[in-house]
């Protein structure tokens, strides 16, 4: 069955960076993307961007441009979040999912999604 | 890119059928067919249930349905049980080629 299965839960002091990964398995990696979602505690769902398994293309959030890069390991059908210069307001749960592509750079629904990474900040 | 606009909350009771809207502009919700709608339990990771407009995965209750007009979509849960207890976020495709999620909302089964 397509499964994500994610890496675990990470502290981290700010200022410091993360990365977070995203293991694929039950379908063909490169045919579709993979996009990354937070969540904040008690707070609903952010998007954070989307890239391209099959030519590594992304598309980030205005917010998060220049903080965080994603990038795919085909051979290992594995994908990676990198945020940088972590902050308190960075504490959440980060959720990977594959991603439908749509066309152009269109990348549509997600499903299904990995069990989710919670990523701490805190001194 | 702002958030989609959801009611905070709604509720019926078992067997009722409930409707959660969810709002945006041109450059979103009314401009394309890529409107999904995602259930989430409380811990859990959230669950596809509605993807282009109106349209079911395999193994989601056709209890569930989507519609759109205009710049607003809609998620119909009709026969409504204690399990649909969740919070729901609509999502959708925008202009300039990113993905946007809905305010949430939570659904209270009487």
């Known amino acids: 069955q397509v499964q994500l299965v994610q890496s675990g839960a990470e502290v981290k002091k700010p200022g410091a960076s993360v990365k977070v990964s995203c293991k694929a398995s039950?379908?063909?990696?490169?045919?579709?993307?993979i996009s990354w979602v937070r969540q904040a505690p008690g707070q609903g769902l952010e998007w954070m961007g989307w890239?391209?398994?099959?030519?590594?293309?992304?598309n980030y959030a205005q917010k998060l441009q220049g903080r965080v890069t994603m990038t795919t390991d085909t051979s290992t059908s594995t994908a990676y979040m990198e945020l940088r210069s972590l902050r308190s307001d960075d504490t959440a749960v980060y959720y990977c999912a594959r991603t439908t592509y749509c066309g152009g750079d269109c990348y549509s629904w997600f499903d299904p999604w990995g069990q989710g990474t919670l990523v701490t900040v805190s001194s | 890119q702002s958030a989609l606009t959801q009611p905070a909350s709604v509720s019926g009771s078992p067997g009722q059928s409930i409707t959660i809207s969810c709002t945006g502009t041109?450059?979103?919700?009314?401009?394309?067919?890529?409107v999904s709608w995602y259930q989430q339990h409380p811990g859990k990771a959230p669950k596809l249930m509605i993807y282009e407009v109106s349209n079911r995965p395999s193994g989601v209750s056709n209890r569930f349905s989507g519609s759109k007009s205009g710049n607003t979509a809609s998620l119909t849960i009709s026969g409504l049980q204690a399990e649909d207890e969740a919070d729901y976020y609509c999502?959708?495709?925008?202009?300039?080629?990113?993905?946007?999620f809905g305010t949430g909302t939570k659904v209270t089964v009487l």
């Open positions: 999502s959708s495709y925008t202009s300039s080629s990113t993905n946007v």
């Open positions: 039950g379908y063909t990696f490169t045919s579709y993307g």
């Open positions: 890239i391209s398994a099959y030519n590594g293309n992304t």
């Open positions: 041109s450059s979103d919700v009314g401009g394309y067919n890529y």
